[in-house]
């Protein structure tokens, strides 16, 4: 299996619930992100990864809590969400981190609130 | 304040004919830009890139133009195919604060009609 892979596909959770997110990729990259997509919204980046390491995160909301144990792996873990949080998830990755890296896209998770 | 402007949310052109979708941008600090294409049901993928000391990048049936005078780029797709059918993001990536940002536009939704 290649590229990057997001599961699962779709979520539907209550506001009290714990769920997580999960990115794999087979592509030897070292960068890995996470971004929402809301309706009519641009895209937006929530948390980068840099070997490993957490590099940003762009004033994302404490219910949300990335974790990266591996360059391969990637998880977002969600807790006492709101309405407002459903929308697509996508993680990325890129072989460096840099701003003429590519990034290769799992095909998201959307997640809806209850 | 949107920084990346995607102002037509959709574009309908006939098979054969040339595609041109538009991308304006407000940050002079953006040096590299891209755009990804994504249907329905899956994640953007990388289409094609250009840095800021070129005014024009080609690749196949893509060219992508760049005026950086203006703040304008553009997607030129020629001759346009019904597979083309997507929606298109552009995105700018530039060295900010310390950190690489890369910011996307809202996506304009390409229609080839054969």
């Known amino acids: 299996e290649t590229g990057v892979t997001q599961t699962p596909r779709h979520l539907v959770m209550g506001m009290t619930n714990k769920k997580s997110l999960k990115c794999e990729q087979h592509l030897g990259h070292n960068a890995m992100y996470w971004y929402k997509q809301s309706a009519k ?32 792996h990637l998880f977002l873990h969600l807790h006492t969400l709101q309405p407002e949080d459903s929308a697509l998830y996508l993680c990325a990755s890129s072989q460096d981190r840099g701003i003429n890296q590519p990034q290769h896209f799992g095909d998201g998770t959307r997640l809806s609130i209850l | ?75 030129h797709i020629v001759p346009s195919q019904p597979g083309d059918s997507a929606v298109y993001f552009c995105a700018a990536s530039a060295y900010q604060g310390g950190s690489e940002k890369l910011v996307f536009g809202k996506g304009t939704k390409l229609t080839v009609n054969p």
């Open chain 1, 41 to 72: 919204k641009p895209l937006e980046l929530m948390f980068v990864y840099n070997f490993k390491e957490q590099t940003e995160n762009n004033s994302v909301p404490s219910r949300f809590s990335p974790e990266c144990p591996n360059s391969s």
């Open chain 2, 1 to 75: 304040d949107q920084q990346v402007k995607q102002n037509s949310p959709s574009l309908s052109v006939q098979e054969g004919r040339i595609s041109i979708l538009n991308c304006d941008y407000t940050n002079s600090m953006f040096d590299y830009f891209l755009w990804y294409k994504k249907y329905p049901a899956e994640g953007p993928t990388f289409l094609i890139s250009i840095s800021s000391i070129k005014d024009k990048n080609e690749d196949g049936r893509f060219t992508v133009f760049l005026n950086k005078s203006a703040k304008h780029l553009s997607l």
